[in-house]
Every structure is written in structure tokens, then in C-alpha cells.
């Protein structure tokens, strides 16, 4: 399997985390793998990937919700992100800064995934976030 489908189920995952009260890991992906089996084949490196990046953002997610604050504009806060877009960012900052992962990739990857799992208008509010958090 790719990288950008195991990203894909990674950022499912976030998801998941960031808008349950709880959470369960392996019930969670089990549910995703289950409803998008066409979709997602995956092997051991691609389930490895989806640990790490979970674990990474679960212990990196207060200064990961710094970063995105301190680069929101217009008054916006944190609460005010559309929570499909905010799981990307996430995912972003977490796959960038923390795993090391190739930004103009990463982006690129996130971008995509806001057309795809996100409104309309989500892309370009995803990119111009996570852009201008690196272009400092």
C-alpha cells in the first residue's frame, strides 16, 4: 500500500481521537478498515506508519494545537477550525515536525485529503494554514 493511503487512515484515526469523549485505537481502525476494506490493503510497514503517527500526535497534540493558534487569523480560535480540517493540521505539523516527514509531500498529501474529506472551500484554508506555518 502507499504512504498517502496509510495517511489517509491515520488521519481517520485523529479524527476519531480528537472528536471522541472516548477512545479506543484498535476499535477505530478496525471500524475504518471494515468500511473502506477496496480502499485500504494493509501490510506491516503501513500499519507501523499509522502507530507511529498517532502516538506522535497524541503526545505532541497541546504544542501541535500552540502552533496552529498562534498562525489562525481573523479573531479565529482554535474552536472555530471545521474539525475535518483541524485533524489534517494536525496530522501536518505532527508528520512534519515530529516524524521528520518531507513538508512540500506532506502538503501536498493534506491538501489532496481536504478536497477529498473536507467541504469545498477546506483545501485552501488547509493549505494557506499549514503554509504559512512553514514558511517562516
Do not use: P, W
Amino acid at each position: 500500500m502507499s504512504r498517502s493511503n496509510a495517511r489517509v487512515c491515520a488521519f481517520m484515526l485523529i479524527y476519531d481521537y480528537l472528536m471522541g469523549d472516548s477512545f479506543d485505537y484498535d476499535l477505530s481502525l478496525s471500524s475504518i478498515l471494515d468500511c473502506d476494506k477496496d480502499e485500504f490493503s494493509l501490510d506491516d510497514s503501513d500499519m507501523t506508519y499509522i502507530r507511529q503517527s498517532f502516538d506522535c500526535v497524541v503526545e505532541h497534540l497541546d504544542d501541535i494545537k500552540q502552533v496552529i493558534s498562534s498562525h489562525l487569523s481573523f479573531g479565529k480560535k482554535l474552536d472555530d477550525i471545521f474539525s475535518i480540517d483541524l485533524a489534517l493540521c494536525v496530522l501536518a505539523i505532527a508528520s512534519i515536525d515530529y516524524l521528520g516527514e518531507d513538508k512540500s509531500l506532506v502538503i501536498n498529501e493534506i491538501v489532496r485529503m481536504a478536497k477529498r474529506y473536507s467541504t469545498d472551500k477546506s483545501y485552501a484554508f488547509v493549505n494557506g494554514l499549514i503554509s504559512s506555518i512553514y514558511r517562516e
